[in-house]
């Protein structure tokens, strides 16, 4: 499937990318002895934000949090975070897997383990959270396991890695909270993996803001349609 805009390295790769290239099933996860190796270095970061030139990489000063999801292509998932109120930065990267400082190409390939994340530090005198978490729910469909939409493998799985255990147990609770959201709806059940963060290693340069780069770039974030209540998670606990 090759998607429109972006350097002619990014089509190539992203035309790979649904087809898989060890030819193996994209929807089980590897084990740590199928894993690949990966290696030391890490890739180079932007300085700064191309939206809105904030810095990529801490610190990032007082008074703020960060949240890290998967939700799909990370291109469009960023948007939708870069474009909430109070955000400072964001970044694309790969994390909840095994292989370090993998590729985008090895990611693409299911044999890391790893999910395309967005990693979000927001202003919490500003935003919260909770917020947070709401623009995660409402902008894709949280049920199809590890998939979104056409894009199939694990690196499209929709999840949370928390930072801390105040973290797990509001995402926990929104889950339960958008989970009756769903059923009154009649839609199925919610396969969000919630976990703690792991390392998070930064994407390539051209995927950072990659649809502020390229307008009319692949965007394959969509929600379902339904609100996430916010507010009653600090209420209930």
Same mark, same amino acid.
Request: hydrophobic share 30%; net charge negative; proline share 3%.
């Given at each position: 499937m090759l998607r429109a805009g972006g350097s002619a390295l990014a089509a190539t790769v992203r035309y790979i990318c649904p087809m898989g290239i060890f030819g193996r099933d994209k929807s089980a996860l590897p084990s740590p002895d199928d894993a690949l190796p990966g290696r030391t270095e890490s890739v180079p970061v932007p300085e700064t934000h191309f939206v809105n030139g904030a810095p990529m990489v801490g610190p990032f000063g007082d008074n703020t949090?960060?949240? &890290?999801?998967?939700?799909?292509?990370? +291109?469009?998932?960023?948007?939708?975070? +870069?474009?909430?109120?109070?955000i400072v930065s964001t970044s694309v990267g790969y994390s909840g897997g095994i292989t370090p400082n993998a590729t985008y190409q090895e990611v693409c390939s299911g044999l890391t383990g790893h999910n395309e994340v967005v990693l979000v530090v927001f202003d919490t005198t500003k935003t919260s959270y909770d917020q947070m978490l709401k623009v995660f729910w409402?902008?894709?469909?949280? /049920?199809? @396991? &590890?998939?979104?939409?056409?894009?199939? @493998?694990?690196?499209?799985? *929709?999840?949370?890695? /928390?930072?801390?255990?105040?973290?797990? %147990?509001?995402?926990? %609770? *929104?889950?339960?909270?958008?989970?009756?959201?769903?059923?009154?709806? @009649?839609? @199925?059940?919610?396969?969000?993996?919630?976990r703690t963060a792991g390392p998070y290693y930064y994407a390539e340069d051209y995927h950072q803001q990659y649809l502020a780069k390229n307008p009319n770039g692949y965007c394959g974030v969509g929600g379902i349609g339904l609100s996430c209540p916010v507010g009653v998670v600090q209420s209930e606990s």
């Open positions: 949090e960060q949240i &890290m999801v998967g939700a799909g292509c990370f +291109w469009g998932v960023e948007r939708k975070f +870069w474009e909430a109120p109070g409402e902008n894709h469909d949280p /049920t199809q @396991g &590890m998939r979104q939409g056409n894009d199939i @493998g694990t690196q499209y799985r *929709s999840g949370i890695y /928390t930072f801390n255990d105040e973290q797990q %147990a509001l995402a926990e %609770a *929104s889950r339960d909270r958008f989970q009756k959201v769903l059923d009154e709806a @009649g839609l @199925g059940q919610i396969t969000t993996e919630i």
